[in-house]
């Protein structure tokens, strides 16, 4: 230990370089707006114990990754999520990818689709194709996934309201492939509540949504063993704003009221647990963006010993996709975000993520050109294969910084778990607006800061160019509406109205049960029941979720 | 559009015409005096409904489900919905379209939000001018939704026939601590969110203040609700259509409609009386002398206020004398 | 730093760990080293720790040995310099890519020279045909300088010079320049780069025998360390040998034998150490392996402090302190997809931020291809303000202070610098082993094999030998002004026409003799700059006196 | 203070995009700068918007759009407003717009085309400077 106290030094050696040369002007703080100390050194880890806080790789709490191996073993898995247009489109895209060395694919679905509309209806106007792929039925599922080994090949689907839908559809292909479903593997989004937080694409109340999601669970644990049943999402809520705490907070708050549903409904922890998956946003604050991935990690694993009881190391260690901040991203300057999105994409690397996507520069944009997807890409690989960071497994452990605010994301965390459980749970919070109104009070925190430039972003507020941007961007292609209603309106023509019907109507019967709907989903896509016409049915028998105000 | 191209629009129940014939009476503009005027002789048709109630008690997911239950019975409805003004920037996010988006493509629904732009009543002062508006153009109910804290509750009352109080399971303490005046104000009381724990026990708490309550002939029912479903919806609806036969009616209703018309002169004054008093006061320049003296020590606040009062009369006596016309009170 | 407890419950745990993970196999199978082919563990912890002192190895930033950084307030006072190393063509065209980067948030400037100037030829001398301003600025007199920094306030800037053989010269005709401005030569802020030895080692622009060299950096560091107070007299380049292909290690290693080199030098001459330390300072590249690059900065400053203090007994924290520039690497761009190279230049920005820079140059994508365009000029600073201003890396000092892995790397690096130092050392010293080629050899050794794995695939280089796409190149390349050579000679031959003919030839006559004499050249030389006498006619006359080095020297 | 009136502004959401804290941070901003805001929470169809314009007898429309739909959507917003016969509002989105579809937005009659990392002091002083005056 050093015989001067960081504490003295601050009061005597510190202050005394600051009257000569003052502190910039500038905020020294955390996204929470929580200080940053000058310094940190050996006495903020004054009562830190190795074990408690860190262990070892593949060992509880986990803090230091997942795996014993790491990147050792296999890099990240780089998942660029795509999609947009018909079906057909965005299967060349996923080709292309896979070309250039992608190991993942990520589905982007259409809004229409997100929110059970298909693409011919009213709803749905102006908005096929235009956000990601347009799926309505079997067809759709299968000309996307044409040529793609699904066997091999791991697929996430960003879907939520409409997630068992979509992937009845996945495995209703998969089997035409005529794939071995054991060995199918990827994620369902399927985080429904932070849809009601932040996302907005909801579709039903949040009672009969959660039982879905657990329909979910239930089903793949016997039929689909390797797919990862949700991705419980705090990304979302982090791009609306929240900061690095919150979005930990948030998401395991609604993680626990996930898994109390599934345990509600008769599961056991150590049965499904292991199939859940996290989803974290990497933004611009570098360390404590990995401070986030670790504590989130460390979090975990004590929510799921502690309050679940568990027994299986599988089910206490958090495994997590990133994406790299969407929100931080700016039109102004678009290449300034190469170098963005290169800084969050090496924090989620040293934070140890399991699978990573980049932004393309050009997204505040409009929809990323190809050339930047790859550029994009590229810069996931330059990570893996040249800087040698993944050499080495969690290699800022011990760095007095990131594991004291590794430590403090931790407390800030368990606050706001805590104050939510005292209103009632995810569930409640939500229905009061409470997690909306802290995510907008960060929002517009932030705001301020950067229009009182307190907050520099460079480009925007500061280093300002008068040039006009207009690179090349991506357009999706005006004729898709069309094209699309005439799939539709054939597909009706030719399959078996009949089938179709009796399955809707199993499905309107099970509306009022407690059955699990999964496989009288798969049954109706197979049968070419479109997406819009399942929910259609379901938005009769459950009504529709509206939003709290909440400004 | 003026004043009378907007009185024929208001009366054919243009919309357009609505929408910029509210713009003007809530401005207490000129020309929304001249349209309130010239409306008032074609009111009295509507039914009309305040709702009122603490914050999240439900009132706007309650007005959707009672203007569902309207709509059902084939009358058209127009709601008033009001939200705070800051009290600091005067500027105010008015949100209940978003509860009644379903209702807001119905032709037979007009919605209207208001800020209550700081009034001291915190309901905004030409609220009820809105209400005649609304009541003119031909809508069969015209529904007022107020912010729900403070006094407002009080001055719900004379926007509307009918005023319908809104609690919730569990607010025990809040309805012990009920200000009389508020019982006394509420036709109907409404348990709303009743499928939570603890509504009898609201239902019975309220009973018990009724009983200690000066009530005249009218004795409010209390109902249960769940507004999110709309059970207990239409109870409410046949409750509040009770009170408006009675005060159709009865013997007591004549006097009870004399009273709400008193009320609603007396509110209006008051309000016009403050501030015009205060707008004197700022213009003789007496008041910024006397908050010399007062912050000086000189004086004490309670002979400032009386001096001031002296001087704001004295203005005023002169103006009387040169202009008595009861218009010139009113402006 | 732990206790022995904690440490002994961790090797146990370690022992348990590392056992399971080789049952496991599922580590990759290839050497986990850093690009100094040093091996790197699959996980730190606190036993590799043991024997660290916090006190003695890392202590506080601002303090000795300045581990954490030589700043107590980091970059909370003052961040880096973001310096942007331009100059190409003539000096008009120079001097107006300078008030662009001004204009666009560069804080100091750094002048590149083209061949001829740093070889000391002038530009119509038959050596310099041809290379007239193609990676740099044509130079030839202080005509030249006073056109380059027009407009430029040389009293509130600071200039960095990458300058060497010359270096004198260039110096002189830069004050000379300044006090035309009316800037006394008191208050001038900035850096030569005045590094000869790297030049035998790796970049060969060298002119004259070591020894006359050095003897001329003597000069210039005496001359700055009387009446230059704010002025860097020289800048100890590792830069240049990484580039060559040496590793971190080495780079480290012999800079830093460099270093202590020149402050030999300077004792012999009978100056004090702690008048003239201080303002040496040192210039790094920082390329992509990430961590070993931090960890290499950390190092150097330690290494530094512990020479200075415990073998020079320099009193003077501040001949303590390492200050040093960094700039990101030029042979880690790749012409194939250069849009790619924005990438490895902002992660190697980091790590020199991360590893506390005092200034920082990042290279523009385009620069494996042509001079940079100025928009990926742009694009290069805007790298540093990125970092800067929204990474938060630089809210707290030495935020990687502490890390197992870090703190280990640091110990490494510094071990195997203080072997090549032993190494030299046995060799007789830096001359010695220059002459015998040892710093040349060891560096080539290390770039073959460099060059070996990347052939092999053992090394990815993203888009040249893996994720290699085939489309043609479009990028638009620098135009240079076409009439800059002809504008540039033609000044050049009205500075001779025009000039104080008397004044020149006795400048130069009186340089001549302070040469020969011993003397100081430096007052000499900024009177030769003010009479209009050239780079070359300077250059040739040093030619004359201390003969040539012959290029035979490098294997 | 009855006589004063604030400048009422309708903040819509229109097509199925669920992204909304660009369209609430202008909202709370303006609400700060004075002005009544009302709004109208995500997935509005043109036909919604419209009306609520009517209604509410705002001055100023803004609509937020992240979804790239905005070439669809906003000339059926301008159209339902033509119905109405509402002509006298001042138009402003903002979202994710491509620069080279502001000139067409503005041929609709949008006098603001706002994109990511504008200020909303720059939307306050837009809108201060540009609603329209109503009696």
Same mark, same amino acid.
């Given at each position: 230990?050093p015989?001067k106290s960081n504490h003295e030094w601050l009061n005597a050696t510190y202050r005394k370089a600051v009257e000569r040369v003052p502190e910039r002007d500038a905020l020294f703080e955390s996204s929470s707006g929580e200080a940053v100390e000058p310094l940190y050194g050996p006495e903020h880890l ?188 705090g990304y979302?809520m982090r791009e609306a704003g929240c900061t690095a705490a919150q979005e930990l907070a ?30 974290w946003a990497c933004h611009s604050n570098f360390l404590e963006e990995v401070a986030k991935f670790r504590a ?26 990133t994406q790299t901040g969407g929100a931080t991203l700016t039109a102004q300057q678009p290449l300034n975000n190469v170098v963005r999105t290169a800084l969050q994409a090496l924090s989620a690397v040293l934070g ?6 980049t932004n393309?520069y050009?997204?505040a ?14 810069t996931?690989?330059?990570i ?5 960071v ?5 290699p800022l452990?011990g760095s007095y910084y990131v594991e004291a605010l590794t430590d403090r994301i931790e407390r800030e965390s368990?606050a706001y ?21 802290e995510i907008q009070e960060s929002a517009y925190r932030l705001q301020r800061l950067a229009e009182q430039k307190q907050r520099v972003v460079v480009g925007v507020n500061e280093f300002v160019t008068e040039t006009?941007v ?82 | ?12 129940? =243009? ?61 058209? /409805? ?40 700081? =009034? ?43 005023? /319908? ?26 348990? =709303? ?39 207990? /919806? ?93 218009? =010139?009170?009113?402006? | ?57 890392i202590g506080l930033p601002g303090h000795?040995?300045f581990t954490r950084g030589i700043h107590r307030t980091g970059y909370r006072a003052r961040t880096w310099t973001i310096r942007m190393f331009a ?11 300078y008030r662009y980067l001004i204009d666009h948030g560069d804080d100091g400037l750094s ?41 430029i306030p040389?009293g509130a800037i600071s200039t960095s ?28 802020r900035g850096t ?38 704010l002025?860097n ?48 300072s040192f210039f790094f590249?920082c390329?992509?392996?990430f961590f070993?690059e931090v960890a290499k900065f950390r190092?150097a400053r ?15 924290p501040r001949?303590?302190l390492m200050r040093f520039h960094t700039q990101t ?13 924005l990438i490895r230049t902002t992660l190697q920005a980091l790590a020199g931020v991360l590893g506390g820079t005092q200034s920082l140059h990042t290279n523009s ?12 000029v742009r694009l290069a600073l805007r790298t540093q303000q990125v970092i800067e201003h929204e990474s938060g890396v630089v809210n707290t000092v030495d935020p990687l202070g502490g890390s197992? *892995?870090v ?59 893996? *994720? ?88 | ?7 009422? &502004? ?11 804290r660009g369209?609430k941070v202008v909202?709370r901003a303006?609400?700060d700068a ?42 059926? &917003? ?10 006298? &509002? ?24 706002f994109g990511p990392g504008t200020t909303t002091t720059d939307i306050i002083e837009? &809108? ?8």
């Amino acid at each position: 230990m050093p015989s001067k106290s960081n504490h003295e030094w601050l009061n005597a050696t510190y202050r005394k370089a600051v009257e000569r040369v003052p502190e910039r002007d500038a905020l020294f703080e955390s996204s929470s707006g929580e200080a940053v100390e000058p310094l940190y050194g050996p006495e903020h880890l004054a009562d830190w114990n190795y074990h408690e806080k860190l262990g070892y790789p593949g060992e509880y709490p986990f803090t230091r990754g997942v795996q014993p191996t790491m990147y050792r073993g296999r890099l990240w898995t780089m998942r660029q999520y795509a999609g947009f247009g018909d079906a057909e489109e965005s299967n060349r895209r996923y080709q292309f990818l896979l070309q250039q060395g992608q190991t993942g694919l990520s589905v982007a679905f259409d809004l229409p689709t997100q929110i059970g509309y298909d693409s011919d209806h009213m709803m749905a106007s102006g908005e096929v194709g235009k956000v990601g792929v347009a799926i309505s039925s079997l067809e759709d599922m299968e000309t996307l996934t044409s040529g793609i080994p699904l066997e091999r090949i791991t697929t996430s689907m960003t879907i939520n309201a409409t997630a068992p839908i979509l992937l009845a559809l996945y495995v209703a292909a998969a089997k035409k492939q005529g794939a071995d479903l054991r060995k199918i593997g990827g994620t369902t989004q399927n985080d429904i509540l932070k849809e009601y937080i932040a996302r907005g694409t909801y579709i039903f109340p949040p009672r009969p949504s959660l039982r879905l999601i657990t329909d979910v669970f239930a089903w793949c644990k016997d039929e689909l063993p390797e797919w990862n049943t949700i991705s419980i999402s705090g990304y979302h809520m982090r791009e609306a704003g929240c900061t690095a705490a919150q979005e930990l907070a948030f998401t395991f708050a609604n993680a626990i009221e996930y898994v109390d549903a599934a345990i509600g409904g008769g599961l056991e922890f150590d049965d499904f647990a292991p199939r859940l998956a996290f989803f974290w946003a990497c933004h611009s604050n570098f360390l404590e963006e990995v401070a986030k991935f670790r504590a989130s990690r460390r979090i975990w694993a004590r929510i799921a010993q502690e309050r679940y009881g568990s027994k299986s190391a599988r089910s206490q260690m958090l495994r997590f996709h990133t994406q790299t901040g969407g929100a931080t991203l700016t039109a102004q300057q678009p290449l300034n975000n190469v170098v963005r999105t290169a800084l969050q994409a090496l924090s989620a690397v040293l934070g140890g993520t399991q699978s990573l996507h980049t932004n393309s520069y050009d997204e505040a944009l409009a929809l990323p050109t190809e050339s930047a997807v790859e550029l994009a890409l590229r810069t996931q690989q330059i990570i893996g294969y040249e800087t040698g960071v993944g050499d080495v497994i969690d290699p800022l452990a011990g760095s007095y910084y990131v594991e004291a605010l590794t430590d403090r994301i931790e407390r800030e965390s368990w606050a706001y778990i805590e104050r939510i459980e005292d209103i009632g749970g995810a569930l409640v919070g939500i229905e009061q607006g409470y997690q909306q109104r802290e995510i907008q009070e960060s929002a517009y925190r932030l705001q301020r800061l950067a229009e009182q430039k307190q907050r520099v972003v460079v480009g925007v507020n500061e280093f300002v160019t008068e040039t006009v941007v207009n690179p090349e961007i991506m357009r999706v292609d005006p004729g898709v509406d069309r094209r699309r209603a005439a799939q539709l309106e054939a597909l009706r023509k030719r399959r078996d109205g009949d089938a179709v019907e009796r399955s809707l109507q199993k499905i309107r019967a099970s509306a009022s049960t407690d059955e699990n709907m999964m496989p009288l989903l798969v049954e109706a896509v197979e049968a070419y029941a479109t997406v819009g016409e399942i929910c259609g049915v379901l938005r009769e028998e459950w009504g529709e979720y509206r939003e709290v105000l909440t400004i | 559009m003026q004043a009378a191209e907007l009185v024929e629009g208001v009366l054919a129940g =243009n919309r357009r015409a609505l929408a910029r014939a509210i713009s003007h009476v809530e401005a207490d503009s000129p020309t929304g005096r001249e349209l309130q005027r010239a409306l008032y002789p074609r009111t009295g048709r509507a039914q009309t409904i305040g709702i009122t109630g603490s914050a999240g008690a439900g009132k706007s997911t309650l007005v959707g489900a009672v203007t569902r239950d309207e709509r059902r019975r084939g009358r058209t /409805v127009g709601i008033v919905a009001v939200d705070p003004s800051s009290p600091f920037s005067h500027g105010a996010i008015l949100g209940d379209r978003i509860r009644m988006q379903d209702l807001t493509s119905d032709p037979g629904v007009f919605l209207r939000s208001m800020a209550s732009r700081g =009034n001291l009543g915190g309901l905004s002062e030409t609220a009820t001018g809105v209400v005649d508006v609304m009541d003119a153009a031909g809508y069969d109910v015209v529904i007022i939704e107020t912010v729900g804290a403070g006094q407002d509750e009080v001055e719900v009352a004379t926007a509307a026939q009918t005023t /319908v109080l809104v609690t919730n399971p569990g607010a025990g303490d809040e309805i012990q601590s009920m200000k009389a005046g508020l019982m006394e104000v509420a036709q109907v009381m409404v348990v =709303n969110k009743a499928d939570l724990a603890g509504a009898d026990t609201a239902v019975t708490q309220l009973r018990a203040l009724l009983a200690i309550a000066d009530l005249r002939a009218w004795r409010p029912p209390i109902l249960k609700a769940v507004a999110k479903t709309g059970e207990g /919806v239409p109870e409410l609806v046949d409750a509040i259509d009770e009170h408006h036969a009675y005060l159709r009616s009865h013997e007591h209703g004549d006097r009870e409609r004399r009273e709400l018309a008193r009320k609603q002169i007396v509110a209006l004054a008051r309000a016009a009386l403050h501030r015009q008093a205060l707008e004197t006061a700022e213009h003789s320049g007496a008041l910024a002398a006397l908050v010399d003296e007062v912050a000086g020590r000189r004086r004490d606040p309670r002979s400032a206020a009386e001096i001031l009062l002296g001087a704001v009369k004295r203005e005023w006596g002169e103006a009387a004398l040169a202009e008595p016309t009861p218009e =010139n009170a009113a402006r | 730093m732990f206790d022995e407890r904690t440490r002994e419950a961790a090797r146990a745990a370690r022992a348990r760990y590392d056992a399971e993970v080789a049952a496991e196999g599922r580590e990759q199978e290839r050497p986990f080293v850093t690009t100094s082919g040093q091996p790197v563990r699959r996980v730190y912890d606190p036993t590799d720790l043991a024997g660290l002192d916090y006190e003695r190895d890392i202590g506080l930033p601002g303090h000795y040995p300045f581990t954490r950084g030589i700043h107590r307030t980091g970059y909370r006072a003052r961040t880096w310099t973001i310096r942007m190393f331009a100059g190409f063509g003539s000096a008009e065209e120079t001097n107006g890519r300078y008030r662009y980067l001004i204009d666009h948030g560069d804080d100091g400037l750094s002048v590149a020279f083209d061949m001829p100037t740093l070889m000391g030829y002038d530009h119509d001398e038959p050596e310099a045909a041809g290379e007239f301003g193609r990676c740099g600025v044509a130079v030839d007199s202080l005509a030249d300088m006073e056109i380059l920094f027009d407009r430029i306030p040389l009293g509130a800037i600071s200039t960095s010079m990458t300058i060497n053989s010359p270096a004198a010269v260039i110096w002189a005709m830069f004050i000379a320049a300044a006090e035309k401005q009316g800037v006394e030569r008191g208050v001038l802020r900035g850096t030569l780069q005045n590094d000869i030895l790297k030049e035998y080692i790796a970049q060969n622009e060298y002119i004259y025998p070591p020894a006359e060299s050095m003897r001329l950096v003597v000069d210039t560091i005496e001359f700055a360390s009387r009446e230059m107070p704010l002025w860097n007299s020289i800048s100890i380049s590792g830069y240049h040998i990484r580039e060559a292909g040496s590793t971190a290690a080495q780079e480290l290693a012999f800079t830093l034998a460099d270093g202590l080199e020149y402050v030999r030098w300077c004792l012999e001459r009978g100056l004090d150490i702690d008048e003239f330390a201080p303002r040496l300072s040192f210039f790094f590249n920082c390329h992509n392996d990430f961590f070993e690059e931090v960890a290499k900065f950390r190092a150097a400053r330690r290494i530094w402090a512990r020479e200075m203090r415990e073998r020079f007994g320099a009193k003077s924290p501040r001949s303590w302190l390492m200050r040093f520039h960094t700039q990101t690497a030029g042979v880690s761009l790749t012409s194939q997809q250069p849009e790619v190279n924005l990438i490895r230049t902002t992660l190697q920005a980091l790590a020199g931020v991360l590893g506390g820079t005092q200034s920082l140059h990042t290279n523009s994508w385009d620069e494996a291809l042509a001079l940079p365009s100025e928009k990926a000029v742009r694009l290069a600073l805007r790298t540093q303000q990125v970092i800067e201003h929204e990474s938060g890396v630089v809210n707290t000092v030495d935020p990687l202070g502490g890390s197992y *892995f870090v703190e280990s790397l640091t110990n490494e690096m510094e071990r195997r610098c203080l072997e090549y130092f032993e190494e030299i050392e046995r060799r007789g010293g830096v001359l010695p082993a220059i002459e015998a080629g040892f710093f040349q050899s060891e560096i080539a050794d290390a770039s073959e094999r460099y060059q070996r794995e990347i052939e092999r695939r053992e090394r990815v280089i993203v888009g040249v030998n893996d *994720f290699a796409i085939d489309e043609p190149l479009e990028i638009p390349i620098l135009q240079m002004d076409p009439q800059g050579e002809a504008r540039h000679l033609e000044r050049l031959r009205r500075v001779r026409a025009t000039r104080d003919p008397d004044r020149a030839r006795r400048a130069l006559r009186d340089l001549e003799g302070a040469t020969r004499d011993g003397e100081n050249v430096m007052p000499y030389l900024i009177e030769a700059a003010h009479a209009y006498c050239t780079v070359g006619e300077i250059c040739n006359l040093w030619r004359r006196v201390f003969g040539e080095q012959p290029i035979s020297l490098s294997i | 203070m009855a006589n004063q009136r604030p400048i009422r &502004v309708l903040i819509a959401k229109p097509g199925l995009d669920g992204h909304d804290r660009g369209a609430k941070v202008v909202a709370r901003a303006l609400r700060d700068a004075g002005m009544e805001v009302i709004y109208t929470g995500i997935r509005q169809t043109p036909g919604m918007i419209a009306e609520a314009a009517l209604q509410e007898d705002v001055q100023v429309v803004g609509l937020s759009i992240l979804s790239g739909a905005h070439l669809e959507l906003f000339p059926r &917003v301008i159209e339902e407003l033509k119905s109405r016969g509402v002509d006298d &509002v001042l138009l402003f989105c903002g979202g994710i717009i491509p620069h080279e579809d502001i000139g067409t937005i503005e041929t609709l009659g949008f006098k603001g085309v706002f994109g990511p990392g504008t200020t909303t002091t720059d939307i306050i002083e837009f &809108v201060r400077a540009h609603a329209p005056v109503r009696a």
